[in-house]
């Protein structure tokens, strides 16, 4: 058989039969399991297993393989139950800190868990503890979750024992009110108890009359002796007799304690203790010595010991931890919402900066385009006089006359713009327009310089220029270099024609444009 299946057996007969269920898991070891789920699920199931059948391990040597593997990768059922039987392990070891500390852990997985009867399990165990330690004030809230998580998973035994529990932590904590109703809901389900769960129901009531002196105690003690007269030796008898001994019915109490020694053989501290008290009643003082020095001779040194456990501020403990967690968690957010504010304010100032950097940039080219403007209309100015002066002449052809007459119309809408400040931009696009058409441009040029400088033209020509390549030196010589000359005519790879022109002109080793400037102040 496949041990996935085993398991799954093992589990289905856990809860009705966990003694069946204990056997199929022993045909199983440990070592041979294949992976680590299966060891996991192994173990927790062995430890439910041994608990159910009331084998009380001391030893965590499955329920530490259990509890590594589920808090990795279990779910919060898993989870939940790893911790609550590794608790047990150490509550039977002596170790209740310890196993506090687990059901601690265990119950920060209720809210996600779905098994309300491992849940209920789990507040019926820190009851235990707190009922170990005599801390009955904290015991009440386990014991209340506990009857709770047991009705909810529809279990009604459970529910019933645990509120059964609940009303002697009551009893014992002189919590009187919520004691008489913790009966009424008891009494709900008196058709459903079994003789023990109903006798613990009667002792405590009974405990109860005997603390408020009750007038109902008398019905109530002959209501639980009727109940049990087929069944008296599970009669608890030191309660009889301690009661009887509150009605001051010396003679049936001391019935009663003979009635415990014919049951009992084995005696509880508190039989001494009340028995002290019945024959102290009865004034037979040399019994009642006797019985008391029996109850302080048998008065568990490890029971002193438990009042001094830290145990029972383990919760507190466990609370002041989370809190200092807390505020430590606290503190790293604030410390992460300083370092972002920081970052914030280091990148908004690289971004102010940044924006003021290209502000400045701006503001740079914009003086630039400013000074190269100024100069422009300086330029245009000069060029206007020039051409005005050339337009007087009587010797210009048609075509020539037009030609300036057209870029002086151009110049002058530049210069009055730039003077008024209207139209700047439509007049500089007009010049650039006007500049950007090459052929028109290197033209107009040389037809300018034909009347201005005519035997300068004259030379060009006969050193066998091109009208394109007069019209260049022409630009050379109204104080543009090759790059200029090269971007006003969007002209690539300049160099190359201003190369054919030095040849024909026959240019060294100066500049063409010192060349051409020397030549033009010589022939005019």
Same mark, same amino acid.
């Given at each position: 058989?496949?041990?996935?299946?085993?398991?799954?057996?093992?589990?289905?007969?856990?809860?009705?039969?966990?003694?069946?269920?204990?056997?199929?898991?022993?045909?199983?070891?440990?070592?041979?399991?294949?992976?680590?789920?299966?060891?996991?699920?192994?173990?927790?199931?062995?430890?439910?297993?041994?608990?159910?059948?009331?084998?009380?391990?001391?030893?965590?040597?499955?329920?530490?393989?259990?509890?590594?593997?589920?808090?990795?990768?279990?779910?919060?059922?898993?989870?939940?139950?790893?911790?609550?039987?590794?608790?047990?392990?150490?509550?039977?070891?002596?170790?209740?800190?310890?196993?506090?500390?687990?059901?601690?852990?265990?119950?920060?997985?209720?809210?996600?868990?779905?098994?309300?009867?491992?849940?209920?399990?789990?507040?019926?165990?820190?009851?235990?503890?707190?009922?170990?330690?005599?801390?009955?004030?904290?015991?009440?809230?386990?014991?209340?979750?506990?009857?709770?998580?047991?009705?909810?998973?529809?279990?009604?035994?459970?529910?019933?024992?645990?509120?059964?529990?609940?009303?002697?932590?009551?009893?014992?904590?002189?919590?009187?009110?919520?004691?008489?109703?913790?009966?009424?809901?008891?009494?709900?389900?008196?058709?459903?108890?079994?003789?023990?769960?109903?006798?613990?129901?009667?002792?405590?009531?009974?405990?109860?009359?005997?603390?408020?002196?009750?007038?109902?105690?008398?019905?109530?003690?002959?209501?639980?002796?009727?109940?049990?007269?087929?069944?008296?030796?599970?009669?608890?008898?030191?309660?009889?007799?301690?009661?009887?001994?509150?009605?001051?019915?010396?003679?049936?109490?001391?019935?009663?304690?003979?009635?415990?020694?014919?049951?009992?053989?084995?005696?509880?501290?508190?039989?001494?203790?009340?028995?002290?008290?019945?024959?102290? @009643?009865?004034?037979?003082? %040399? !019994?009642?010595?006797?019985? +008391? *020095?029996? =109850?302080? $001779?048998?008065?568990? /040194?490890?029971?002193?010991?438990?009042?001094?456990?830290?145990?029972?501020?383990?919760?507190?403990?466990?609370?002041?931890?989370?809190?200092?967690?807390?505020?430590?968690?606290?503190?790293?957010?604030?410390?992460?919402?300083?370092?972002?504010?920081?970052?914030?304010?280091?990148?908004?100032?690289?971004?102010?900066?940044?924006?003021?950097?290209?502000?400045?940039?701006?503001?740079?080219?914009?003086?630039?385009?400013?000074?190269?403007?100024?100069?422009?209309?300086?330029?245009?100015?000069?060029?206007?006089?020039?051409?005005?002066?050339?337009?007087?002449?009587?010797?210009?052809?048609?075509?020539?006359?037009?030609?300036?007459?057209?870029?002086?119309?151009?110049?002058?809408?530049?210069?009055?713009?730039?003077? @008024?400040?209207?139209?700047? %931009? !439509?007049?500089?696009?007009? +010049? *650039?327009? =006007?500049? $950007?058409?090459?052929? /028109?441009?290197?033209?107009?040029?040389?037809?300018?310089?034909?009347?201005?400088?005519?035997?300068?033209?004259?030379?060009?020509?006969?050193?066998?220029?091109?009208?394109?390549?007069?019209?260049?030196?022409?630009?050379?010589?109204?104080?543009?270099?090759?790059?200029?000359?090269?971007?006003?005519?969007?002209?690539?790879?300049?160099?190359?024609?201003?190369?054919?022109?030095?040849?024909?002109?026959?240019?060294?080793?100066?500049?063409?444009?010192?060349?051409?400037?020397?030549?033009?102040?010589?022939?005019?």
């Amino acid at each position: 058989m496949q041990t996935d299946i085993i398991l799954d057996k093992a589990a289905e007969l856990m809860e009705m039969n966990p003694d069946s269920s204990l056997s199929i898991l022993n045909t199983l070891k440990l070592d041979s399991l294949p992976t680590n789920e299966e060891k996991a699920r192994y173990a927790l199931l062995k430890s439910m297993a041994l608990d159910k059948n009331y084998i009380d391990v001391t030893s965590d040597s499955l329920t530490s393989i259990a509890l590594a593997y589920y808090v990795k990768y279990g779910t919060p059922d898993e989870i939940l139950k790893a911790y609550y039987y590794h608790g047990k392990i150490n509550a039977y070891a002596g170790n209740y800190e310890e196993a506090m500390n687990n059901y601690i852990k265990a119950e920060k997985y209720v809210d996600n868990s779905c098994d309300n009867l491992a849940i209920g399990r789990l507040y019926n165990a820190k009851m235990n503890i707190y009922k170990s330690i005599y801390d009955l004030d904290k015991a009440i809230t386990p014991a209340e979750l506990s009857s709770y998580f047991y009705l909810q998973a529809k279990d009604t035994i459970r529910y019933i024992t645990a509120l059964n529990s609940l009303s002697s932590i009551l009893l014992a904590a002189n919590n009187f009110d919520s004691l008489e109703k913790n009966f009424n809901r008891i009494k709900i389900f008196e058709d459903k108890m079994s003789l023990s769960q109903k006798n613990v129901y009667f002792v405590n009531k009974i405990n109860y009359g005997i603390a408020i002196k009750d007038s109902m105690l008398t019905k109530n003690l002959f209501e639980y002796r009727y109940a049990f007269k087929e069944n008296e030796k599970m009669i608890n008898w030191v309660v009889l007799a301690r009661a009887y001994n509150e009605l001051g019915e010396n003679i049936e109490a001391v019935k009663a304690l003979e009635e415990y020694n014919k049951y009992n053989k084995i005696y509880e501290d508190i039989y001494y203790y009340y028995a002290s008290e019945v024959y102290n @009643s009865i004034e037979d003082y %040399e !019994k009642a010595y006797k019985y +008391l *020095k029996h =109850y302080q $001779n048998n008065l568990s /040194k490890e029971n002193l010991k438990l009042f001094k456990s830290d145990t029972k501020f383990l919760e507190e403990k466990y609370h002041f931890e989370n809190e200092r967690l807390k505020q430590k968690y606290v503190i790293i957010v604030l410390g992460l919402v300083v370092i972002i504010i920081i970052i914030l304010f280091i990148l908004v100032s690289f971004f102010i900066k940044n924006i003021l950097n290209q502000r400045n940039l701006k503001l740079k080219e914009l003086k630039e385009q400013e000074l190269k403007l100024k100069n422009e209309y300086e330029k245009a100015i000069i060029e206007k006089n020039k051409l005005r002066s050339l337009l007087s002449s009587s010797k210009l052809t048609k075509d020539t006359r037009a030609v300036i007459e057209e870029r002086m119309e151009i110049l002058n809408s530049f210069i009055v713009s730039g003077i @008024s400040g209207v139209n700047m %931009e !439509k007049s500089l696009l007009q +010049l *650039k327009n =006007y500049l $950007n058409d090459s052929e /028109k441009f290197i033209y107009s040029t040389k037809m300018s310089f034909e009347v201005t400088h005519p035997k300068f033209i004259a030379y060009l020509l006969k050193s066998g220029l091109s009208e394109w390549e007069i019209g260049c030196c022409c630009l050379y010589c109204v104080g543009l270099n090759g790059s200029e000359i090269s971007t006003f005519l969007n002209i690539k790879y300049f160099y190359k024609r201003s190369s054919i022109i030095r040849k024909k002109l026959n240019v060294q080793s100066i500049n063409i444009d010192t060349f051409l400037l020397n030549k033009l102040q010589e022939l005019s």
